[in-house]
């Protein structure tokens, strides 16, 4: 039985095909490598969309207030109805109806900006896709590290 991991997106400014088949020899680390660049693929555009979605200006100003807080305050206070206030009010106007959908967005990405200001994770490692692995470090310097 062949194995394999595809992706595959299409939009009209975004389009990427990632695909690896999995045959004797591929190690745990390689699927894990190929995985991590999906992740790059898709955080580029969450990040994309959720400028679209929200002020992300004046969102990283209210939420850079927080980024001096010990962890235990900052995860209360990511789940307090102050953050979604927060969210709430930076939210563009088509989008307003919409806190729900985008809160734990939010979230994943205020907790990854806090733990690059508090050097809680190695410089500019914030998630997965920014681990660098040795085969990656020329895409990683084009894409992230500029």
Not at 35 to 56: H, R
Request: hydrophobic residues 40%.
């Amino acid at each position: 039985m062949n194995q394999t991991i595809n992706f595959i997106a299409n939009t009209n400014d975004f389009k990427s095909v990632k695909k690896m088949k999995i045959i004797p020899g591929v190690k745990d680390l390689d699927i894990l490598e190929f995985l991590i660049s999906i992740e790059v693929t898709s955080n580029f555009q969450i990040n994309k969309y959720l400028g679209k979605i929200i002020n992300l200006t004046s969102f990283n100003l209210e939420i850079s207030k927080l980024f001096s807080k010990d962890p235990s305050f900052f995860i209360k206070e990511i789940n307090l109805s102050n953050f979604s206030k927060i969210v709430e009010k930076s939210l563009n106007v088509e989008y307003k109806g919409n806190l729900k959908e985008v809160l734990d967005s939010l979230k994943s990405y205020t907790f990854n900006k806090y733990m690059l200001e508090n050097n809680i994770m190695a410089e500019n490692a914030v998630g997965y896709y920014k681990i660098l692995f040795p085969t990656r470090k020329k895409q990683l310097k084009k894409i992230i590290l500029k």
